[in-house]
């Protein structure tokens, strides 16, 4: 019997012809405000005044929408160009200065000293056989007497 495996599971499912759930969202959120500000606009001022916010608004809202650079969303790409332009450019060594940065994903570092058991004598270990193998004649005699009943 033959199954159909999906090949792209992370691939966003199309919910309206070739739109996502995301960018159906953001095209009527923006598309409302969109028109909201056409028809506010149209109604008191002449083209030359309401058409170039309008289409701004409706650049911003497709941008969001569809736009994507090197796989990466556009509103991601806006926040890191604010997180370059706000952080420093340089930064200054100085000795014993600030905090250590520890990530959650940086691995463990293993200790290198591999700890040893304390030695036995000779004595001991014998003993210790003795005992274990008793246990171990113990045991197979228990089943021994188990599979004769």
Not at 10 to 28: N, Y
Not at 64 to 83: G, N, Q, S, T, W
Not at 86 to 113: E, H
Request: aromatic share 12%.
């Amino acid at each position: 019997m033959q199954f159909k495996v999906p090949q792209d599971v992370l691939r966003d499912d199309k919910i309206v012809a070739f739109l996502t759930l995301r960018q159906l969202i953001i095209c009527t959120l923006g598309g409302s405000i969109t028109y909201a500000m056409y028809t506010s606009l149209a109604k008191q001022y002449f083209v030359e005044v309401w058409l170039l916010p309008v289409l701004l608004s409706a650049f911003i809202t497709m941008a969001f929408a569809f736009i994507r650079f090197h796989d990466i969303p556009f509103e991601k790409i806006v926040l890191l160009f604010i997180e370059y332009n706000f952080k420093p450019r340089k930064r200054y060594w100085q000795k014993f200065q600030g905090d250590v940065a520890l990530s959650v994903l940086a691995p463990i570092k293993k200790s290198t000293a591999i700890k040893k058991a304390p030695k036995e004598d000779a004595q001991t270990r014998r003993k210790r056989l003795e005992e274990v193998s008793r246990v171990v004649d113990s045991h197979n005699e228990k089943i021994a007497q188990n599979t004769q009943k």
